[in-house]
Every structure is written in structure tokens, then in C-alpha cells.
């Protein structure tokens, strides 16, 4: 079993960066597909980006697309999300996530492991 534990998360401006980090324990990131997610409130939790396991191929909603990226730092155990260029709209809590043959990639319930999120909030 995996443990997710999400930090980075905090307040800019819109047009500002943040790096979101994931760090496990418990198991080695590189066998899963890590992937991050947002939800805003009232809203469902959104896929932002993924990336399958033993491989660099990366995915992303196209709302995001060209500004954030996922990476894996394998001697570490973290996953990263590099966020730039941050819109208003980008505000949310944001959850590491975790899974073994995942086949929808977009889809939350592919994911068995979750963090506990954390808060990223941009200001216009």
C-alpha cells in the first residue's frame, strides 16, 4: 500500500507559479500511474494531469495544457506539479493520486490511493 502526502499548495496571483510535491511511502511511485486532480468547491473533482507508471508519457485536460507540468522524481519518491501561468480559475484543492492499471486516466475512481490535498488559491 501507498501513502500520499500532497505540499506546495498556497497563495498567488493570477499569472504566478506554484510547485505542487507528492511525496509516498510504503511503496515505490515508479509501479504506479500518478496522476493530480482538483476540485473546486461545488464542483467534482477534475483530472489536471497523469502520467503512467515506468514511463515519462504525460496527459493533461487541455485547461491546463502548456502550463502545468507532472514529473516524477524517482530517487526522491515524489511526483511534482509545476503550475505557471495561474488563472483564477485554477483555484482548488488539489489531490495526489495513486493506481495500478489504471485505464481511464481522466477518471477519478481509476485511482486507489489519495492524499489529503492541498489548497491552492489565485487571485486576480
Known amino acids: 500500500q501507498v501513502q500520499l502526502v500532497e505540499s506546495g499548495g498556497g497563495l498567488v496571483q493570477a499569472g504566478g507559479s506554484l510547485r505542487l510535491s507528492c511525496a509516498a511511502s510504503?511503496?515505490?511511485?515508479?509501479?504506479?500511474?500518478m496522476g493530480w486532480f482538483r476540485q473546486a468547491p461545488g464542483k467534482e473533482r477534475e483530472f489536471v494531469a497523469a502520467?503512467?507508471?515506468?514511463?515519462?508519457?504525460?496527459y493533461y485536460p487541455d485547461s491546463v495544457k502548456g502550463r502545468f507540468s507532472i514529473a516524477r522524481d524517482n530517487a526522491k519518491n515524489t511526483v511534482t506539479l509545476q503550475m505557471n501561468r495561474l488563472k483564477p480559475e485554477d483555484t482548488a484543492v488539489y489531490y495526489c493520486?495513486?493506481?495500478?492499471?489504471?485505464?481511464?486516466?481522466?477518471?477519478?475512481?481509476?485511482?486507489?490511493?489519495w492524499g489529503q490535498g492541498t489548497q491552492v488559491t489565485v487571485s486576480s
Open positions: 502520467v503512467r507508471e515506468s514511463t515519462i508519457n504525460t
Open positions: 510504503g511503496s515505490t511511485l515508479s509501479s504506479y500511474t
Open positions: 493520486a495513486a493506481g495500478r492499471r489504471v485505464g481511464i486516466l481522466t477518471s477519478s475512481r481509476a485511482y486507489g490511493y
